[in-house]
């Protein structure tokens, strides 16, 4: 084994460690941030391998990127307190899921960008629902 190849596990599994303290250690509000920050970094990764024709990454990336949204953001769902809102964010979910298959069929970019926009755009408002939140206490 190289020193390159030792350092990058090691950094891996530095990294992995650093993830898995943070969601030991986070609020419910921040975990669902890290879901958003993890789907938006795998689209990223998606985005890269597709401009290099790297389907294989291309392919993975997506694929996580859909579990996170799948069995993470949507799952995270109360439809009971929620109501419409959670019924309107699920259907979101599955509309961004669906694109993301549809980018990983046809290498499309338009796609990966739009489900990247929408992400942010809740990323943000969860981020502003946190400060509202923390500023009423």
């Known amino acids: 084994m190289s020193f390159g190849l030792a350092s990058r596990r090691s950094a891996a599994m530095y990294a992995e460690i650093g993830v898995e303290t943070g969601v030991t250690t986070a609020d419910p509000h921040k975990l669902i941030l890290m879901l958003f920050e993890g789907a938006l970094l795998q689209i990223g990764k998606a985005s ?3 401009e290099i024709r790297d389907v ?3 392919g993975k990336a997506i694929s996580q990127a859909i579990e996170i949204i799948t069995n993470g953001l949507k ?4 439809y009971e307190a929620g109501g419409e809102l ?8 599955d509309y961004m899921t669906q694109r993301l298959v549809y980018a990983n069929l046809h290498n499309s970019q338009p796609a990966l960008d739009e489900v990247t926009r929408l992400l942010n755009d809740l990323k943000g408002a969860w981020e502003e629902i946190g400060t509202s939140d923390q500023v009423q206490r």
């Not at 799952?75 to 109360?78: F, G, I």
């Open 86 to 93: 959670a019924e309107r964010l699920g259907a979101l979910y």
């Open 75 to 78: 799952v995270s769902l109360d």
């Open 56 to 58: 294989p990454t291309k």
């Open 48 to 50: 890269s391998a597709l």
